[in-house]
Antibody, heavy 121, light 107 residues
Framework: EVQLVESGGGLVQPGGSLRLSCSASGFTFSSFAIHWVRQAPGKGLEYVSA????????YYIDSVKGRFTISRDNSKNTLYLQMSSLRPEDTAVYYC??????????????WGQGTLVTVSS | DIQLTQSPSFLSASVGDRVTITCRAS??????LAWYQQKPGKAPKLLIY???TLQRGVPSRFSGSGSGTEFTLTISSLQPEDFATYYCQQVNSSPFTFGPGTRVDIK
């Protein structure tokens, strides 16, 4: 079964740091780009970051640029999101998703179950 | 960044109803659009990609259409398990933004 499982969420104070992990199974992890999306409590989905299949290319939205770092260890089938200088507005459930790219189109499937990050004093 | 709007933001419908949700993009995105369903406390689930291709395992009562700037998701006969929030996402260019969502509730 193709699966992504996030971990590492929790309660952190403003200005603090946290590292999220996304563990993959059931597919050749090193062949796929992976993305992060977050969802604040009661709100919609916000695209956050992405990394290419070999880690050579990364992307961040402006609000997390310089504070978040996405990386991957293909030998461990694991994706990471290192978050620092956290702000209350970073409070959200964070999801990782696999990108499928074919014939010029892309889509994201599956998604992990999500991990909750709460930034509060 | 490409902005997506969805209409309506909320709709109340009965089992068996035909439901249509519209997603509009701030600029042309060809057919680079996906639709997701999200139930409370769960991760979003892919329904349709490339605007009109049904993801494997998704019931055929779901369909998608459109290209350019206007897209629709149609549920031909609403079932009890379809009450959820639906999001569109453009995958034309980064950031791959989402629409604000359409919540479908039981009438």
């Amino acid at each position: 079964e193709v699966q992504l499982v996030e971990s590492g969420g929790g309660l952190v104070q403003p200005g603090g740091s946290l590292r999220l992990s996304c563990s993959a199974s059931g597919f050749t992890f090193s062949s796929f780009a992976i993305h992060w999306v977050r969802q604040a409590p009661g709100k919609g989905l916000e695209y956050v970051s992405a990394i290419s299949h070999n880690g050579g290319s990364t992307y961040y939205i402006d609000s997390v640029k310089g504070r978040f770092t996405i990386s991957r260890d293909n030998s461990k089938n694991t994706l990471y999101l290192q978050m620092s200088s956290l702000r209350p507005e970073d409070t959200a459930v964070y999801y990782c998703m696999r990108e499928i790219y074919y014939s010029g189109s892309r889509w994201f499937d599956p998604w992990g179950q999500g991990t909750l990050v709460t930034v509060s004093s | 960044d490409i902005q997506l709007t969805q209409s309506p933001s909320f709709l109340s419908a009965s089992v068996g109803d035909r439901v249509t949700i519209t997603c509009r993009a701030s600029q042309g995105i060809s057919s680079y659009l996906a639709w997701y369903q999200q139930k409370p406390g769960k991760a979003p689930k892919l329904l349709i990609y490339a605007a009109s291709t049904l993801q494997r395992g998704v019931p055929s009562r779901f369909s998608g259409s459109g290209s350019g700037t206007e897209f629709t998701l149609t549920i031909s006969s609403l079932q009890p398990e379809d009450f959820a929030t639906y999001y569109c996402q453009q995958v034309n260019s980064s950031p791959f933004t989402f629409g604000p969502g359409t919540r479908v509730d039981i009438k």
